[in-house]
Structures are given as structure tokens and as C-alpha cells.
């Protein structure tokens, strides 16, 4: 077995006995999670649960609960993060309920979803959870049957002792339990000893989903709650100028017509404040029918941005963004791109002499590789539910990094940031959409006008004409032959709008003498973001089918390695 120590979550776990249920309570970092079946499925429920932190909890009767702080969006990871768990705990997967935390920093810390990073980031922190917890039972076991530790063995969530043939359930010795110290190293188990990491299991919320369960977040209701709905310019780059909502406020069902700005004077913005629309009218009313109905009645006038630059501070630190002014056009762009793809770009790396080796090249080839702007949503449109009372806020949004946007939020709202509830619903799609909340600060923002809870909800019109875009780039790559039909050198020129997609220490940097990786962007007003690896993934299509097209013509593999070590 791996020992490992727990002492990096220790100061951060919280015990405690579950007064009327019985049960134990472990409490730990925000790399816990697990949640499971419906209470209907499985064991009756114990007669209270004591919820504090993110944590494991065990019930009288042997259930277990599990907290996932992660959002959800389709990896599954609200199944794969509880198996973690259960696999050091020891505990029949039957047994097992799986619930979603809500956002909670100083409980769980980072809750993010993307970047494939989930189970890769909680592999160990997740199995130490469960095997702290199944130790503790251990000790408790031990110490009623006043027996060895090391003679305690665990199966499926019962306890046993061979020699006074003494057994229990999870659940009997959970009060006992939690009264222990938090063990400060646990032993996890070997991959040979699996049992339910590595197995097939079903997803935990398969059933509720093909059953249509409200779970997302536009299922979302609640007493009282208005809808809202959001007008926004016909095109990048325009602000509002002014509006007329008499017609629109006289149409039946609706409550109020308002305008929003999502920043304060002065703030300054994080990597994902992305919004190109900062300043938009809102439509709020009984039901989403009469809302898009009194929005076809709104008459607004927009009016071209002027330019100007900002300050974002992003994961990268802080950078300087030049936003153009007025209309831009695929013509305008295609233009600009021909104008810098036939000129040197900035050189980002050189190594050795390109020059010189193109100069002497037998055989030169190159091809360019382009990709469009692409509208970037989700199955589920965007939504989130806000209600501002007085200096309190509540928010149910399918987000996948709720931290990131709540300074926005408090700065926006003029609100402490720890009077900010959210709970986290399902997201329909995500893979980087919902890492731009805009939609949430402006659905804030709208409750606190109105003075009233409000659910925001985007028409799909509204999702690809304010969308976060997947930026469009090119690239040329250039790669010289000697007489013999070996790869020389190569060169690497790549741009987009508005961001280069370059990345000029990724391979075959480092795999060839004479390299040159040079780079060129174009500024513009249109929001870009993540779309699932954007830069990467149009890199490496591109790198792969180039250096395929380089080997055809050479008539050989051009790098050979050793991946044994």
C-alpha cells in the first residue's frame, strides 16, 4: 500500500458527531466530493444530516454522503469523483449518495470544471479523504471491541474482527468515530486492489436526466420569480444610445423595462469579465412567452463604441487589450490577415539558421491552415437565477468557475462578497462557455433593479449574437529539404484575430536545428474565449497535417524516437 500523509488537508478537516442521526461527519478540504442514488433508491435516511464543510458524512444505517464541490457539465465527474472516494473508503457503492455542494471558497476553494484537470487534480486528495475516514472507523471498532487496529479488516462498509468474530456496520461505529483525531497518515490501497476505481458504473444522475428531473439551471424556480430577458446590439461593436419602452411596457405580463451596466466606474476586470455588451436593456415579466413578446415592441437606438484599452488581469497576469472602435467585417479581417500573413512576423524563437537552410534547401514546402470564427454554445442557453435582497444575494447558475466572478459581482452590486450564496445546478454543455459569466452579473443586476427574484434567460438569437467566439487564426509553416530529403529546417508564422494561436516551444521546437516560430495579431471588439482548447487543438491539426504532408513528400518518417525509458 502507499502511505501518505495528511497533514496538507489536516488543519482543514472538521469532525463531528451526528447528534440524532448517529452519524459521523468527516469534514475535508474543497478536493473532497462524492454524491450518488436518490434517497428512494437505496437505504432509508438517517433521521438528520449535519452538514459543515465540504465532507464525507456516514449515516446510522451505513449510507454515505459525499459533497462534490465540482460543477457538472457532461464529464461525468459527479459519478468518476465519488468512486475515488468509496474506493478507499471501503463502502458498498450501493450506499453511496452523491450531492452537489454549492459555491463555498473558503469550504472548498478553487470549484472549477475544465481543462480535463478533475480527476487528474483529485486523484490523490479524494482517496485520502475516503482513507482517513475509513481509518478512523478502524480505530473506533478497535477501540469498542478493545482488539488490535491491525486485526480490523473492512469489506463493503461493514467492520469485522476474526478471531472474536465481531462485525459491524459503518453506521454503528460513525458516532465513536467521529470523536477520533484525523489520522496524520493513512495508507491507500494498490491499484491491484480495486474495486470500483477502474469498473464500469452507471452515471449516478443517468436515470433523473432520461427522465426529464429539473436539474439544469434553467430548470430552476422558485417562488415569486419573474423572468427576465435582454436586448442587445445588432452587432459587435456598438453601445447603447437610447430606448424607448412605452409600447414594451404596456404589453400584458410585463413588470418593468430596465438598463444595466455590468461594471463599476474603475473596475478592473479578471480573464473571464469577458463582455462586449456591458451596457443592455432588460424586459422582465411573468413568463418568457410575454417577455420575447413586449422585446419585439422595445425601440432602441445603439450607437458605435469609441476605442480604448483596458487592463485585464488574467491567470497570465496583468495585460493591456486595445478594443477598436465601430464596425468591423469579415472583409476588413480577411484583408488585414492577407496584409501580415505576407509579411515577417514577431520572431518568438529562433534556433540555429533558418534562413540559411531555406537558402540552401533542395526542396522547400509549405502550406497555411485557417480557421473561421466560431459562435460557441451550449446545448442548455445561457440562465441563472438572481435575487438581491438589501445587501444579501442569492444565485443558482450553471457556471464552471463561480470564484472568478464573484468580486464582479460584489463589485457590480456593491455587495460583500461573503453575502453571496450560489448554488451550482447542472450545466446542459459547457467546455468553456460558462467560464464567462457575464450573464450571471447581469441577471444580478436585474433583481436588484427590479427588487424582486428573477431568472435570466438567453434566447438562442441572444447566445450567437453575444457569444464568446473561438477566435479566427492562421497559419503558414514552411519546412526545407537537403538532396536527400531530410528536414533541414522549419518555420512557423501564425496570427488571428485577435489573438495568435502560437505556441513557440511546443514541438518540433527543440527537435530540429534551424527553427523560427514568428507570430502576428490583429486587435478587434469581438469577445473571444475558450472553446475547448482553442489555441491547441488548431495548432496541432495543423502541425500534424503539415508534418504528414512533409513526410509524404520526403518519402520518410522524419523524427524517430525512443519512448522507452
Not at 314 to 329: D, H, M, Q, V
Not at 417 to 434: H, S, V, W, Y
Request: with cysteine; net charge neutral.
Amino acid at each position: 500500500m502507499t502511505l501518505i500523509k495528511t497533514s496538507i488537508g489536516r488543519r482543514s478537516f472538521l469532525k463531528s458527531t451526528a447528534l440524532a442521526g448517529g452519524g459521523m461527519m468527516l469534514g475535508f478540504n474543497w478536493l473532497a466530493s462524492c454524491k450518488g442514488k436518490t434517497e428512494e433508491e437505496i437505504l432509508a435516511m438517517p433521521k438528520e444530516w449535519f452538514e459543515i464543510n465540504s465532507y464525507l458524512k456516514i449515516g446510522d444505517n451505513g449510507v454515505v454522503t459525499i459533497y462534490t464541490p465540482n460543477p457538472e457539465f457532461g464529464q461525468n465527474i459527479r459519478t468518476s469523483m465519488p468512486m475515488l472516494v468509496a474506493e478507499e473508503l471501503d463502502v458498498d457503492w450501493e450506499n453511496v449518495i452523491v450531492e452537489q455542494a454549492p459555491y463555498h471558497a473558503e469550504k472548498y476553494g478553487f470549484q472549477f470544471t475544465g481543462g480535463s484537470q478533475g480527476i487528474r487534480a483529485r486523484w490523490e486528495p479524494l482517496r485520502m479523504a475516503g482513507a482517513s475516514a475509513r481509518q478512523m472507523l478502524r480505530e473506533a471498532a478497535a477501540q469498542t471491541w478493545q482488539v488490535p487496529l491491525e486485526e480490523i479488516t473492512t469489506v463493503d462498509g461493514v467492520l469485522h474482527h476474526k478471531t472474536t468474530k465481531n462485525s459491524a456496520g459503518y453506521g454503528e461505529m460513525a458516532s465513536a468515530a467521529a470523536k477520533l483525531t484525523v489520522p496524520e497518515e493513512v495508507q491507500l490501497k494498490e491499484v491491484k486492489d480495486f474495486k470500483i476505481i477502474g469498473k464500469s458504473r452507471k452515471n449516478v444522475d443517468a436515470k433523473d436526466i432520461v427522465r426529464g428531473k429539473p436539474m439544469f439551471g434553467s430548470d430552476y424556480r422558485t417562488e415569486g420569480m419573474l423572468i427576465a430577458m435582454i436586448e442587445h446590439p445588432p452587432a459587435f461593436g456598438m453601445t447603447l444610445e437610447s430606448v424607448d419602452d412605452a409600447e414594451a411596457k404596456a404589453m400584458p405580463g410585463i413588470k418593468d423595462v430596465v438598463t444595466i451596466k455590468s461594471f463599476k466606474e474603475g473596475f478592473e476586470k479578471g480573464g473571464f469579465d469577458t463582455n462586449a455588451f456591458p451596457e443592455l436593456v432588460a424586459i422582465v415579466g411573468n413568463s418568457s412567452w410575454e417577455v420575447m413578446q413586449a422585446k419585439k415592441k422595445l425601440k432602441v437606438a445603439w450607437k458605435p463604441i469609441t476605442g480604448y484599452s483596458e487592463t485585464i488581469a488574467g491567470f497570465r497576469g496583468k495585460e493591456t487589450k486595445n478594443i477598436p472602435a465601430g464596425l468591423e467585417s469579415t472583409t476588413t479581417h480577411q484583408t488585414k490577415m492577407a496584409e501580415l500573413a505576407g509579411k515577417p512576423g514577431k520572431i518568438v524563437r529562433k534556433d540555429g539558421t533558418p534562413e540559411a537552410a531555406f537558402k540552401n534547401a533542395a526542396k522547400i514546402i509549405e502550406s497555411s491552415y485557417s480557421a473561421p470564427f466560431l459562435a460557441h454554445n451550449s446545448m442548455e442557453p445561457l440562465n441563472a437565477f438572481a435575487h438581491v435582497e438589501g445587501d444579501k444575494v442569492k444565485i443558482a447558475a450553471p457556471i464552471q468557475i463561480p470564484s472568478l466572478i464573484i468580486p464582479t459581482l460584489a463589485s457590480s452590486l456593491g455587495i460583500p462578497a461573503e453575502n453571496i450564496d450560489m448554488e451550482l445546478p447542472r450545466m446542459g454543455g459547457g467546455f468553456g462557455r460558462k467560464a464567462y459569466a457575464h450573464y450571471v452579473v447581469e441577471a444580478a443586476l436585474i433583481s436588484q433593479k427590479v427588487n424582486a427574484p428573477i431568472k435570466l434567460m438567453y434566447t438562442r438569437e441572444d447566445d450567437m449574437t453575444n457569444g464568446i467566439y473561438r477566435p479566427t487564426y492562421q497559419a503558414t509553416y514552411r519546412a526545407a529539404l537537403d538532396e536527400h530529403n531530410n528536414l533541414t529546417a522549419l518555420h512557423i508564422k501564425a496570427g488571428g484575430i485577435p489573438e495568435s494561436p502560437l505556441f513557440a516551444n511546443r514541438f518540433p521546437a527543440g527537435a530540429l536545428d534551424n527553427y523560427m516560430a514568428q507570430e502576428w495579431s490583429i486587435d478587434s471588439n469581438i469577445t473571444i474565449g475558450a472553446f475547448r482548447a482553442p489555441r491547441s487543438n488548431f495548432m496541432a491539426g495543423a502541425e500534424q497535417s503539415f508534418l504528414d504532408e512533409v513526410a509524404e513528400a520526403a518519402g520518410r518518417i522524419l523524427f524517430n524516437f525512443d519512448w522507452t525509458y
